[in-house]
């Protein structure tokens, strides 16, 4: 089993920016593939990056190309999403996921076997 632990949430002004965290534990050899995923108040979860865990290879969601970040520190066991020029648009709760197969790619939640509680970013306009 994997375990996946989100922080840095909170409150930030439009512009601004934020850097979330997700702590893996558990068996952590045993997934190739940590996303970040987001839902809003009244939408759908949606993807918003991916990173294979091994070649740290990237994937984004087109509408935070260029804004946000998504690496990893595998020494740590810990991924993050480092997120600038924060919009009012872009408070929401903040998922962190892992899957084992290590293929980028999934945007739809489904696809991860693991996943975290959370953790909520509101941006203030």
């Known amino acids: 089993q994997v375990q996946l632990v989100e922080s840095g949430g909170g409150l930030v002004q439009a512009g601004g920016s934020l850097r979330l965290s997700c702590a893996v534990s558990?068996?952590?050899?045993?997934?190739?593939?940590m996303a970040w995923f987001r839902q809003a108040p009244g939408k759908e979860r949606e993807f918003v990056a991916a990173i294979n865990w091994v070649n740290g290879n990237t994937y984004y969601a087109d509408s935070v190309k260029g804004r946000f970040t998504i690496s990893r520190e595998i020494a740590k066991n810990t991924g993050y999403l480092q997120m600038s020029s924060l919009q009012f648009e872009n408070t929401a709760v903040y998922y962190c996921a892992a899957r084992k197969v290590p293929v980028l790619g999934p945007a739809d939640i489904s696809a991860y076997e693991y996943r975290g509680q959370g953790t909520q970013v509101t941006v203030s306009s």
């Open positions: 558990g068996r952590t050899y045993s997934f190739g593939v």
